[in-house]
Structures are given as structure tokens and as C-alpha cells.
């Protein structure tokens, strides 16, 4: 019973040393910076698409 302890903890050390094939220095990454504010305001005006285009469109009649 022992050397089946011993044999399971040893392959257990062995596979927490293997780990998971990542080399080099553990690191957290750096965050990504944050995007620069937009230097001009939104346009003001008709918006795209048009929320209505029935009430865009001259849908009337022409009078005559």
C-alpha cells in the first residue's frame, strides 16, 4: 500500500514540475492603455440611418 502512495505522489511531483509546457518567466501582462479622447465633437444634424425615413421621404403627393 505504501509503495503505491509513493509511486502516486511521485508521479504527481513529476507532473507538477512538467506543468503545462509554458517556458520562460511567469508574468502578468501589462494592461492596454486606454484610447485618447476624440479631439472633435459628434456632428450634429440628420442622423444615419434616418429613424423615420417616412418622414424623410416626400412621400406626398405633388399638388398641382
Known amino acids: 500500500m505504501i509503495s ?3 509511486r502516486a505522489f511521485g508521479i504527481a511531483l513529476l507532473i507538477a514540475l512538467v ?3 509554458v ?11 486606454a484610447p485618447p479622447a476624440p479631439t472633435e465633437l459628434e456632428p450634429k444634424g440628420r442622423l444615419y440611418p434616418p ?3 417616412a ?3 416626400n ?6
Open 4 to 6: 503505491i502512495l509513493n
Open 19 to 21: 506543468g503545462c509546457g
Open 23 to 33: 517556458r520562460g518567466p511567469l508574468y502578468m501582462p501589462n494592461p492596454p492603455s
Open 51 to 53: 429613424q423615420n425615413p
Open 55 to 57: 418622414s424623410t421621404s
Open 59 to 64: 412621400s406626398s403627393p405633388a399638388k398641382q
